[in-house]
């Protein structure tokens, strides 16, 4: 059978119109890691007509990828991610451009960034992160991000906003993300697991003793297929929302999805965070210690 895209995208129209679908067609969006939210985040635009892409991502699939990576599969365990995302997303839209990078996706950072003025944020490098971040302002483009939370979450950092580095108060401020070291990884870490127990209720749904260990470095990041897949659709809708130029009610602060409950968990007000800002911080030191 041979490939249309109209018939292809035929059923997103009600959801969106003609005029909108082009536009997708059209748009250049730079997935920075297409594991586990950034290539769920990466199939679903696929899937919607997205027609032109850079993705990156330095990692190859191992055995532990299988239980939440959507483009992870037993027989491609040891292959470089990126090259696997890309033949699966071509296998779906067979016109689909895509530029495949691996290592010298830094190097490349300002022209990728000048041409992708919208990014999926889907590494847990901190330092390539921060350099994502202040990349992206200069080029004025829209960085869609998550929380290292047990609940998914979805943050929208326009280029006027603060970037993470600057509203979480990482040591990396002001500080060449080469230099970054892993005193101020761990530092930057921790602040990011403050803003996320203050801010929702993820504490109540996590073994606090494992999350303990994983903030120690003790142990690696916990990761679940309903979450990480999650995470990368709420990542999608936003990043569908900006190539579209429709209104979202994410901003840089974000939010997360409760689905326990279920609910939306927004940040609580400044007076609230700080009165509770000294028990957060106890609790933390409590469950990285191990006592």
Known sequence: MSFDYYSFTGRNLGFIDEREQQLLRQARVFVCGVGGMGGAAFMALARAGVGKFVIADIDRFEVSNLNRQVFAFADEVGREKAEVAAEAARRINPTI???????SWTSELSGIVERCPVVVNGMDDIAAGVHLYRTARNAAATVIDAYMSPLPSVIVVRPDDPRPEERLNFPTRNKDWRDINE?????AMLAEIEHVMLH????NYVDLAIAGEVAAGRRSRMSFAPMVISTGMLMAYEAIALILGRKSGTDCRGWFL???QPAIEKPRNAIVAALMRPLVRRAIAEFTSGK
């Open 97 to 103: 451009e895509i530029d495949v990078l691996g290592e």
């Open 183 to 187: 005193d101020d990884r761990r530092a």
């Open 200 to 203: 929702s209720s993820s504490r």
């Open 258 to 260: 409760n689905p326990h």
